[in-house]
C-alpha cells in the first residue's frame, strides 16, 4: 500500500489538482467506435522543445495517423500544468518528467499516473554563462547567480544533482533563482542589466533558448547537464492508470508510432532529422535546428527504444532523495508499465 507521508508536500496546487480529479474521473466522453480508425488522442507535453525530436519526427512523418491516432498536441508549460491536464481528463496522454507521477501518487490520487514510454535518456539543458568562459569548472558557480528551474522538478534537481556530485552545496555555495516561470527564464537572463534586482551570472536552459541567447551573444553555452549529469531518465509518456486499462489499443498504437520516430532519429543525420521538424519550429532556422540536433545526437540524449528500466526508475527516486522530496522509494511496479514498448520494439 501507498503511504501519503512518505513525501513532503511540493505543491499546495497539485493538492488541489488531486481533489478536482477525483471529481471528474470518468466524466470525460469517449471517441465512438465508428472514429476508431481516426481515434482521437490529446497528448499535454511539459515544452515544446527540439529536446524531443523523435516525438515531432513521428508527428511530421505522419506516424500517428498511419497507426490510426489522429493526435492534439498541447504544450502545458512545465510538469504541474501538464499533469493537472492528465488528471482532469483534459489530457489522454502526458508527456513530463517522471518525478510528476511520483508526486501525485504519493498524495493519493487514485486514477494515477502510470509511465509507459520512456524518451530521453540524458537531460537536455545547458548552462549559459553572461560571459564567455575558458576552461569551464562547476567551482567557478561558488558565490554567482543563477537562474534555475522550478523547485522539484527535474531541470533543478538535475542540476543540484551535479552541484553535489562537485561538491558544491546548492543552498550555500551559490543562489539559484527558482521563482521564474518555465520558459521564461532565457527572456530574464538577456533583458536584465547589471545592477538589475534579476541579474545573474548564469541561466539554465533548454534548447532553442540556450542557442538563441548564444546567436544573440546575450549568452555563452559553457556546460551541457545532459552529460555531467550522465544517463537520467528525464521525460517519459504517462496515462491515467483507467485509461491504460480501457485503451490498450489504442497506447500500443500511440507507443508504435514514437517507436517509428525514434528509428528514424537513429538512423538519420543531423541534417534530415532537422528538415523533418522544422514545421513544429517556424521560427528558428534549420540551420541553428540542425546545429542543436547535432548536439543531442553528440551527447546520445535519446533512446534506441522506450521500454523505462526498475534501474532508471530507482535512478529518479536516487536524484529526489538527494533533493529533499523524496523520503522513501515507491514501487516500480505500480508506477511504471512495459507492456506496450515492449511489442512496439
Not at 513532503?8 to 469517449?30: A, D, E, Q
Not at 489530457?91 to 513530463?96: H, L, N, V, Y
Not at 537572463?189 to 534579476?198: I, P, Q, R, T
Not at 521538424?277 to 540536433?293: G, N, R, Y
Amino acid at each position: 500500500m501507498k503511504n501519503p507521508k512518505k513525501i513532503k508536500p511540493l505543491s499546495v496546487f497539485l493538492t488541489i489538482v488531486l481533489l478536482i480529479s477525483t471529481l471528474v474521473t470518468g466524466c470525460g466522453g469517449k471517441t465512438p467506435d465508428s472514429a476508431r480508425s481516426a481515434k482521437k488522442v490529446t497528448l499535454n507535453e511539459v515544452a515544446h522543445s527540439i529536446f524531443y525530436a523523435p516525438m515531432y519526427v513521428a508527428i511530421e512523418k505522419g506516424y500517428f495517423a498511419d497507426e490510426g491516432i489522429n493526435l492534439e498536441l498541447v504544450t502545458g508549460y512545465g510538469a504541474d500544468k501538464t499533469m493537472t491536464a492528465l488528471l482532469t481528463g483534459e489530457a489522454d496522454i502526458g508527456f513530463m518528467g517522471s518525478e510528476a507521477s511520483i508526486y501525485t501518487y504519493l498524495q493519493g490520487a487514485q486514477d494515477y499516473a502510470v509511465n509507459f514510454a520512456q524518451l530521453t535518456q540524458r537531460a537536455g539543458n545547458f548552462l549559459v554563462s553572461r560571459t564567455p568562459v575558458e576552461n569551464f569548472s562547476w567551482d567557478m558557480l561558488k558565490g554567482t547567480y543563477v537562474l534555475g528551474g522550478r523547485k522539484g522538478g527535474m531541470p533543478q534537481m538535475v542540476f543540484e544533482y551535479i552541484l553535489k556530485m562537485n561538491q558544491i552545496d546548492p543552498d550555500t555555495d551559490l543562489t539559484i533563482d527558482t521563482s521564474i516561470d518555465f520558459g521564461s527564464t532565457a527572456a530574464a537572463f538577456s533583458g536584465a542589466k547589471e545592477g538589475d534586482a534579476g541579474y545573474a551570472d548564469f541561466t539554465v536552459e533548454f534548447e532553442p533558448h540556450a542557442t538563441a541567447l548564444e546567436t544573440q551573444q546575450k549568452g555563452y553555452i559553457v556546460a551541457s547537464l545532459g552529460i555531467d549529469s550522465g544517463y537520467v531518465p528525464y521525460t517519459a509518456f504517462s496515462a491515467r492508470k483507467s485509461y491504460i486499462e480501457e485503451n490498450p489499443e489504442t497506447l500500443l498504437a500511440f507507443t508504435r508510432a514514437l517507436q517509428k520516430g525514434m528509428d528514424y532519429v537513429a538512423s538519420h543525420s543531423a541534417k534530415d532529422i532537422a528538415s523533418v521538424i522544422k514545421p513544429q519550429f517556424p521560427e528558428t532556422e534549420l540551420d541553428t535546428i540542425t546545429t542543436i540536433v547535432t548536439r543531442y545526437q553528440t551527447q546520445d540524449t535519446w533512446k534506441t527504444d522506450l521500454v523505462y528500466t526498475e534501474d532508471s526508475f530507482t535512478l529518479l527516486q536516487n536524484i529526489l532523495m538527494e533533493a529533499g522530496e523524496l523520503e522513501d522509494y515507491v514501487s516500480y511496479k505500480d508506477l511504471v508499465t512495459n507492456t506496450f514498448a515492449e511489442q512496439a520494439k
